[in-house]
């Protein structure tokens, strides 16, 4: 297949001014005529692999900077702000946005941010709710998005340490919490009633103590105490991290640094060359790759959904979970795959079936309305509340990777992977989605005139205006 150009001149731009270089000191360093760097920074030449590679590292760049990922999410949120009824007035403002973002990439994100904050406002006021929307955590899941949720740092910091305390998958448990008495004088107690107060786990420095609550699994004791573990070590590599993106508030940063937590977390239980090689040998067999591990359905997903080291990368997959009333729990890509900024998400999408058919995997093959296909792997997860009058929380997670790499993975077996017409048809959500003719259509897209008439009745109650 073709690799596509790559027209990235005004980020290339943005990245050399705030370097503080003149176009001619940069093309000087990338040994190509200042003319030439004027046209690419121009976008009337697209950016070859060889230069991007090397701006990103003579800029300190991430080796996703210049990809079109960041640009395609910017650009379906764009297109969604734009088709409030508020912008009605200006019918052209939706065909300009892809010049938008590539010619001004803040201007246009902080276009974004204003009507995010002006329909949370207006939001609130419909619903006569005073609480204060959480921004801070919209901001976060968009810069991990933006990272293609992989931090490099991070990840080898945690490989090194499984590697030089000599942890083994199925033992982590006791390793983790051999490590953290022996590095820093914690131990380890139970505490059932910690979840009573709807907490997972404690951490008392003072006491030297981290109490977890008791009924827990087994793996999810694994993660918190490897949570607990990048914190105390990786302090100084995730502040590095934190002060390469300007946060708009320390709830926010605080937010981020939890993420990271996270992040390490699930790297020091899923070691990347390790667990890279395993998934390839099984061919990404989620189920195999669990008891490999002693990690559960989710975490296997969303370590899959990270695997973007660039020496040695995984298949490209996103990843959701949500619960059974629509509401997104979590959600990351490394594919071109888009989610609806507002409303809930296509009902088409198999994770929902997924409820109907509790602990089953279920497959799908996908088409979304830029045509690309995707391969879904869909299960229900979690366990029971512990007790009758607990209620367990019903949710689902979704492992997504385009058509051309389900091939490797055990789930396209028995599928006819040449005929992506015979794909389900989803959409990002019923508000953003274009599909005018679909039966499952819940309400009208944004931003487009509905037709009174009553010569005729659609597959909805309503027509729309082309």
Known sequence: MKEPKI????????????????????????????????????????????????????????????????????????REDL????????????????????????????FMTLYRAYAAQREAAFQHAWAVPLFPYDEVRDWVQSRRNHFETLDRAAEALFEVR???PLTLREDFRRHLRDAHGISVSEAPGLLEEGMFWRLSRQAGKLYVTGDAAPESEVFWLAHVIGQLEQ?????????????????????????????????LMLPYRRFHEAAQAVRYDIQR????????????????STMQRPDLPGIPFYFAKTDIAGNVLKRSSATRFQFAQFGGPCPLWNVYRAFTQPGEILVQLARTPDDVTYLNIARTVGRGGGSYLARPRAVAVVLGCEIGHAVKTVYASGLDLSRPDAADPIGPGCRACERTNCRHRSVPPMGTALDNGTAARGVVPY????
């Open 7 to 78: 027209f990235a001149g005004p980020r290339l731009r943005q990245a050399r001014e705030q370097a503080g270089l003149k176009q001619v000191e940069l093309a000087e360093k990338l040994e190509i005529s200042a003319s030439y760097l004027n046209q690419i920074e121009s976008d009337q030449r697209p950016l070859t692999r060889r230069l991007m590679a090397r701006a990103a590292a003579l800029l300190d760049l991430q080796k996703t900077y210049f990809e079109d990922g960041e640009e395609a999410r910017r650009e379906l949120q764009l």
């Open 166 to 168: 000599g942890f083994q």
């Open 463 to 466: 027509r729309l205006k082309g």
């Open 83 to 110: 088709a409030d009824p508020l912008f009605r007035a200006f019918p052209g403002a939706s065909a300009e946005v892809t010049a938008l973002i590539r010619a001004a990439p803040v201007l246009s994100e902080a």
């Open 289 to 304: 790759l669990q008891r490999q591990f002693g990690a559960s359905f989710e975490q296997v997903c969303h370590r899959l």
């Open 235 to 267: 302090q100084g590599v995730i502040e590095a991290e934190l002060k390469r993106h300007r946060f708009s508030s320390e709830e926010t940063r605080g937010l981020a640094r939890m993420a990271l937590a996270n992040y390490f977390a699930g790297a």
